[in-house]
């Protein structure tokens, strides 16, 4: 079981910046990626950034060039560069760890909040 707990959520003006922390209970090295999903209000949780075990880096259209997505293997950290936010970003950010072996696990965070809003 592994435990992931978000923070760095807040309050930002449109244009600002956050740094979203997710702190894992246990060794993510072994996951096979590492992501951040959000979901607005009314809306469908939806995958924001992904990094792979390889390295590779996914990201949703809608923030490429703006979000950059990390990780610490060696703190068991994951981070969220947010930059330029706009009001559509605002949403509840959640942490995702998924492993296909020896069976597919997925676990997920609690949630920390993001408003954008002047």
């Known amino acids: 079981q592994v435990q992931l707990v978000e923070s760095g959520g807040g309050l930002v003006q449109p244009g600002g910046s956050l740094r979203l922390s997710c702190a894992a209970s246990?060794?993510?090295?072994?996951?096979?990626?590492m992501a951040w999903y959000r979901q607005a209000p009314e809306k469908q949780r939806e995958l924001v950034a992904r990094?792979?075990?390889?390295?590779?880096?996914l990201y949703t259209d809608s923030v490429k060039g703006r979000f950059t997505i990390s990780r610490d293997n060696a703190k068991n950290m994951v981070y969220l560069q947010m930059n330029k936010l706009k009001p559509e970003d605002t949403g509840v950010y959640f942490c995702?760890?998924?492993?296909?072996?020896?069976?597919?696990?997925?676990?997920w965070g609690q949630g920390t909040q993001v408003t954008v809003s002047s």
């Open positions: 990094i792979m075990s390889g390295g590779r880096l």
């Open positions: 995702n760890a998924y492993i296909e072996y020896p069976q597919v696990r997925e676990y």
């Open positions: 246990s060794n993510i090295f072994i996951m096979d990626s």
